[in-house]
């Protein structure tokens, strides 16, 4: 039991639990922990061995670790999830999107394992502690829309909230499928809770044609006029007829405004 583990620590093992635990860590690297502690070097590597087997520490990436304290019981602590991207992809090429920005930003009151981070370098699933991260890659076409939050004196890249409503149109299955997604980008036009010359420029932009569509057809049931919505009538006209809701069944009227076959959800 990890609660009990401090009587089988040896002496540099319980200075490093003590230490991070005053100071708060919840990530530390190499170097810092060579700073901190003025351990020979085969011990400074061993005393990080056992600390990782005891689940003390984890393991982000190559040389920087999450710090899970005694305390926090048997199950460790949560880490911030918001804290890990930044350490995955040092040089700023990702966000946070999808399931954790629809909590975010009050789409859903569900709250999720999974935290998204879109990424223009790696694909790859990584568990840490009780959160799992899934690293999307993606074009950089798709890379816009952005900014940066603070936590814990961290700047973290998050897709914004206009942003955010067209991933929404892209992969709806955290919120309950379109049909609810469509019900969230009315409520948000309807009470102004949203940029719609924003979120328009932003689906323009956005290489998905459906998801173009689908976005223009809900802003116009909404109330928004065809002056407004001119860019993104454009960005659809002369293509192929899609439908509404995806299906293999192709039958509903046809929407020529939108190129859209509207079936059923």
Same mark, same amino acid.
């Given at each position: ?54 689940? *003390?520490?984890?393991? *982000? ?55 998204? *981070? ?75 809770? *949203? ?71």
């Amino acid at each position: 039991m990890k609660n009990n583990t401090m009587q089988y620590m040896n002496p540099r093992e319980r200075e490093v639990v003590a230490r991070l635990t005053y100071e708060k860590t919840t990530i530390i690297t190499r170097d810092q922990f060579g700073k901190y502690f003025d351990f020979p070097g085969r011990a400074k590597e061993k005393t990080l061995f056992r600390l990782k087997k005891k689940g *003390i520490l984890t393991a *982000i990436k190559r040389g920087v670790y999450f710090f899970s304290p005694l305390e926090s019981g048997p199950a460790g602590s949560s880490i911030n999830e918001f804290l890990v991207p930044p350490v995955l992809f040092p040089k700023g090429n990702y966000y946070i999107g999808y399931a954790t920005m629809y909590n975010y930003y009050g789409f859903t009151d569900q709250i999720f394992q999974t935290m998204f *981070i879109l990424n223009t370098s790696l694909q790859r699933d990584k568990t840490i502690g009780s959160m799992q991260f899934k690293m999307i890659k993606i074009s950089l076409r798709k890379m816009y829309g952005l900014e940066k939050i603070r936590i814990k004196d961290v700047e973290v890249i998050v897709s914004d909230r206009e942003r955010t409503l067209v991933d929404m149109f892209y992969f709806p299955g955290p919120v309950g499928g379109l049909k609810r997604a469509f019900e969230i980008l009315e409520e948000k036009v309807k009470f102004k809770k *949203i940029d719609v010359t924003k979120l328009i420029k932003y689906a323009v932009k956005f290489p998905n044609i459906s998801v173009r569509k689908r976005i223009g057809f809900v802003l116009e049931k909404a109330g928004i006029n065809d002056k407004k919505l001119i860019s993104l009538l454009k960005s659809v006209r002369k293509t192929s007829l899609v439908v509404l809701y995806p299906s293999k069944s192709r039958k509903g009227r046809i929407n020529r405004k939108w190129m859209l076959i509207e079936n059923v959800a």
